[in-house]
């Protein structure tokens, strides 16, 4: 999907079938933790689904950034209200102080540790002074976890189902992510951590930029 034209919207579609509707209910935790803003900026949108949630809550400066082309015709169709532009989470283009939020939803675990931090700091970079960061991953849990029975209280029937999930799917950087002590990552960028939610499967963080 992130390659070819002709499948790319079959991906975005099977993605969100694969993840059986929780990463729907992410995205509008995402979102609203955005209510009020009045720019924000999806990071990594691929199909533009977070921006289009964070638009419906009222936020009426939406943008979404991301490296797939073709990702970004698609939800340029999809959501014409919204602007999409071809870049890198790590050099998104956009001047100091931007946005009042970003948000990236699926974005780090795909990043080799040095490029995540690189776009931490340039998320802070173009937020605006309180602005906020919503992040949205894959949860530490079905990696990390071994024992069934804990796996099934943290996930309940779907446990095993995304546990299985997580070993099948080839994701290179995943568990660099998944190393990283978010707190202390979060406030050497300049963000003070507002709430970690380890869930099962996604894991969500909020965060705000603090001022120097």
């Not at 991906?11 to 009020?36: E, Q």
């Not at 990236?104 to 080799?112: D, G, I, N, Q, R």
């Not at 996930?155 to 095993?160: E, F, N, V």
Request: aromatic content about 10%.
């Amino acid at each position: 999907g992130n390659y070819s034209n002709s499948i790319t919207r079959g991906y975005i579609k099977g993605f969100d079938v694969m993840m059986l509707g929780t990463l729907d209910v992410s995205r509008a935790h995402l979102a609203n933790f955005m209510k009020g803003q009045t720019s924000v900026l999806d990071a990594g949108c691929a199909g533009g689904k977070t921006a289009a949630a964070i638009k419906a809550t009222g936020v009426e400066d939406v943008w979404g950034i991301d490296v797939s082309p073709y990702l970004l015709q698609t939800a340029a169709v999809d959501n014409p209200n919204i602007q999409f532009v071809h870049a890198r989470a790590e050099n998104t283009g956009f001047g100091d102080e931007r946005f009042g939020g970003v948000a990236a939803c699926f974005l780090f675990h795909e990043m080799p540790p040095k490029y995540a931090s690189q776009a931490l700091t340039e998320f802070y970079r173009i937020l605006k002074p309180g602005g906020r960061l919503a992040i949205a991953e894959p949860s530490p849990i079905q990696l990390l976890e071994k024992n069934p029975i804990k796996l099934m209280r943290a996930g309940g029937k779907s446990a095993l189902y995304f546990k299985a999930l997580a070993h099948l799917v080839h994701e290179p950087f995943v568990n660099a992510w998944h190393k990283i002590e978010i707190k202390p990552w979060l406030e050497q960028h300049g963000f003070r951590l507002i709430k970690d939610d380890v869930g099962y499967p996604i894991r969500e963080i909020f965060a705000e930029k603090v001022s120097p």
